[in-house]
Nanobody, 125 residues
């Protein structure tokens, strides 16, 4: 069974850094794309970043230059390094699995078949 588990969330001051991890089982990253999404209270789920061996990496405009996505296929893990955090980055962060993505679709939740439980990131001002 496909499972994804996020970890690494917490409380950090504005300008600080945090690294999130997504640990997968039941599939290998080499044949799939893994996306990071976030959802703040009262707001829609938002695509943050995505990584795919086939298609490369993608970032939302709001996080370009601050966040970096990476993967370790041997360990079936994906990471999101978040630097220069802002209060507006506060949200629950989810990792999710997709089979095919493009620059037109990576940020659309319906492309993703499985989701983790989420990890809370809180950035204080």
């Amino acid at each position: 069974e496909v499972q994804l588990v996020e970890s690494g969330g917490g409380l950090v001051q504005a300008g600080g850094s945090l690294t999130l991890s997504c640990t997968a089982s039941g599939f290998t990253f080499d044949d799939h794309a893994i996306g990071w999404f976030r959802q703040a209270p009262g707001k829609e789920r938002e695509g943050v970043s995505c990584i795919s061996t086939r298609d490369g990496t993608y970032y939302a405009d709001s996080v370009k230059g601050r966040f970096t996505i990476s993967s370790d296929s041997a360990k079936n893990m994906v990471y999101l390094q978040m630097n220069g955090l802002k209060p507006e980055d506060t949200a629950v962060y989810y990792c999710a699995q997709a089979h095919f993505v493009s620059h037109h679709s990576w940020y659309r939740p319906f492309k993703y078949d499985h989701w983790g439980q989420g990890t809370q990131v809180t950035v204080s001002s």
